[in-house]
């Protein structure tokens, strides 16, 4: 027997059959397809703009502390010549207290960089992202501020501030690094610990304040996720005079934080992940109320020549093209919204004002109102200029599996009772 009759006969049963529509079940898989990668698409943006700034601004991809200054140079040329590294950073690193034209003082952490770092790492270029000015580090007592440190200084371009070292205020000696320096450039990076908590100086100028800081060695790697491979051929080629060199990955300084990304993704996958649950619940009970309504076609399927597993079959089908249609319309209508997130949020909160609106004017006439417009992310309560949005081919490819299985699973299961029906007994009553 020819197996195309398959095709045919599932292909009637999917589109003409009897009281058995796959619309709610195409439908429900394809806005749990749409909802999971629009969530997944944001919260990967905000996810990534937090890690990104943490290692590419803070972190560094691999971090050798405690480095003499006299061999830096040549720790820097050996640290390049190990496969996958991108750049090698100098810098120095300590706490300090700064004033402003505003009353009191602020804590802030205070980075000496080299006035080409820049120019050597690229990807921190690419998330600093200057408000005013520029990195212009060059004169000793140049000092670039996060945004909003500048806000609580009270400061602005070619303004001065007052940096006193910790260390110096600690130790109490009589002649604690306090310096004076210039505004030369203000910053965001989209990460408010940064903006708010650092300045950068010129690296030079760091003795001036602190002399017990250590100069670190900042590492980036083609791709962060080679970091284990990279620190261990840096740590067996290591030369002798640099063995006591303590090396560390950012997985090794940043674990909570990562872990706990991770684990919000996760549980997030989960949550909207029981769409699909409940949708392949409704695909499960409707297959086996069409295998029953249908066990007379079944039995006359069986007597002309159909195998048990080619009639079974016929409903798999059925549950596969539903899963496949409701996930392929969910996969598009969800790459579409999440490539134009800002658009689409400024739709609804456009929507949303619109029907508050109406409201206001109703309530008006009875002397009352509600004046507040709706944010989906309001910056009051979001440290974000703009919704940011991640599309990671991967996940998507998993959360467009999730759908079309949860389908195919519950047609596979619904499909089991068709091996209960005999062709004989249904028959002899027709």
């Known amino acids: 027997m020819k197996k195309n009759w398959i095709f045919f006969v599932a292909s009637r049963y999917i589109f003409k059959g009897r009281g058995n529509s796959p619309v709610l079940s195409v439908l429900g898989i394809a806005f749990g397809v749409l909802a999971l990668i629009v969530i997944i698409a944001v919260m990967n943006g905000f996810q990534l703009g937090f890690i990104e700034s943490i290692l590419e601004i803070s972190s560094y991809h691999l971090r050798l502390d405690a480095v003499p200054q006299e061999k830096a140079a040549e720790l820097s040329d050996y640290m390049m010549s190990v496969s996958g590294v991108r750049t090698a950073v100098p810098f120095k690193e300590f706490q300090a207290l700064a004033r402003g034209r505003r009353s009191g003082q602020h804590a802030v952490i205070v980075r000496g960089l080299g006035e080409d770092t820049l120019v050597i790492d690229k990807m921190m270029e690419s998330r600093l992202d200057f408000e005013s000015g520029s990195f212009n580090i060059s004169n000793p007592g140049s000092v670039l501020l996060g945004a909003e440190l500048a806000r609580k200084l009270g400061v602005g371009m070619s303004d001065t501030i007052t940096l006193f070292s910790i260390t110096g205020i600690l130790s109490a000696e009589d002649e604690a690094g306090v310096e004076t320096f210039t505004v030369r450039g203000i910053f965001r990076t989209g990460y408010y610990d940064y903006d708010s908590n650092w300045a950068f100086i010129n690296i030079n100028s760091v003795p001036l304040l602190d002399n017990e800081s250590n100069l670190i060695l900042g590492i980036k790697l083609e791709n962060r996720f080679h970091d284990r491979f990279a620190l261990d051929q840096a740590v067996k080629r290591m030369p002798d005079d640099f063995k006591d060199i303590k090396i560390s990955s950012w997985r090794d300084y940043n674990r909570s934080f990562f872990g ?171």
């Open 260 to 430: 706990a990304l991770r684990t919000e993704k996760l549980f997030m996958f989960i949550l909207v992940g029981l769409i699909f649950i409940v949708v392949g619940l409704n695909i499960f009970q409707a297959q086996r109320r069409a295998v029953l309504q249908r066990r007379e076609e079944i039995g006359l399927l069986r007597a002309v020549g159909g195998t048990q597993r080619s009639v079974r079959f016929v409903f798999i089908l059925d549950g596969a093209i539903t899963g496949f249609t409701g996930a392929a319309i969910g996969l598009v209508l969800g790459l579409s919204i999440a490539s134009n997130i800002p658009k689409f949020f400024s739709l609804v909160e456009n929507i949303v004002n619109a029907f508050i609106s109406v409201i206001n004017t109703i309530a008006g006439f009875f002397g009352l109102g509600w004046s507040e417009n709706f944010y989906v992310f309001s910056p009051a309560v979001f440290y974000i200029k703009e919704i940011p949005s991640r599309i990671i081919p991967h996940e998507i490819i998993i959360i467009f599996m999730f759908g079309f299985l949860s389908a195919l699973a519950a047609s596979w299961f619904a499909s089991r009772k068709i091996s209960k029906i005999q062709p004989a007994e249904v028959l002899r009553y027709e």
